[in-house]
């Protein structure tokens, strides 16, 4: 199912799918964020923004008009139970 990285909740993953903001996109490909690399929400401030993020081996804080832009494929189950 396609989301709104910004609908995700802490612990939840998925795979990027695409962006809808080339500013953004150029932003985020620089940090890592690619189409189908895996992403998992980690934390989300108590306020709601900014958000903590794992990706390509890191953590990157995103505010939530930025992880509007950024649409995921979100697994049935958690990534980390499926082989690579």
């Known amino acids: 199912m396609i989301k709104k990285l910004s609908e995700l909740e802490p612990g939840q993953d ?3 799918d ?3 903001e080339n500013d953004i996109f150029l932003k985020l490909m620089e940090m890592g964020c690619v189409p189908g690399e895996c992403i998992k929400v980690d934390k989300i401030a108590p306020l709601g923004d900014p958000m903590c993020i794992s990706v390509a081996g890191y953590q990157l804080s995103l505010r939530l008009n930025e992880a509007e832009h950024i649409f995921v494929e979100q ?3 958690p990534l980390a139970a499926h082989p690579h």
Do not use: P, V, W
């Open 14 to 16: 998925g795979i990027i």
């Open 18 to 20: 695409s962006f809808t």
């Open 75 to 77: 697994a049935d189950t």
